[in-house]
């Protein structure tokens, strides 16, 4: 059974720094390509980062490029994205997500696995 825990969630002001963390288990991700998505409160779900099974050149959306830093730790099976500079749009729940194969990172429906989601609040 694939599980994919977010954590690391939280409020944090405005300019401040959150790093989220997803341990996935019945997966191995670095055979994976893994993301993060974010869903606001009346908004569709957004991609945010991810990363492709061989580690290399990972994507971001420009709403978050050169602040947010997706990463992974294969001894520990969990990917991480570090949220820097953080500001109010960046409030949001957040979900990891994996794919076997993907043609485009950033299109949620190309997942394959899904979290429960971390709630982050930034405060102005």
């Known amino acids: 059974q694939v599980q994919l825990v977010e954590s690391g969630g939280g409020l944090v002001q405005t300019g401040g720094s959150l790093r989220l963390s997803c341990a996935a288990s019945?997966?191995?991700?670095?055979?994976?390509?893994t993301g993060w998505f974010r869903q606001a409160p009346g908004k569709e779900r957004e991609f945010v980062a991810a990363?492709?099974?061989?580690?290399?050149?990972?994507w971001y959306s420009d709403s978050v490029k050169g602040r947010f830093t997706i990463s992974r730790d294969n001894a520990k099976n969990t990917v991480y994205l570090q949220m820097n500079s953080v500001k109010p749009e960046d409030t949001a729940v957040y979900y990891c997500a994996a794919a076997a194969r993907v043609g485009r990172a950033a299109d949620p429906r190309e997942y394959d696995y899904w979290g429960q989601g971390t709630q982050v609040t930034v405060s102005s």
């Open positions: 990363i492709r099974w061989s580690g290399v050149m990972p």
């Open positions: 019945g997966v191995t991700i670095s055979r994976y390509t």
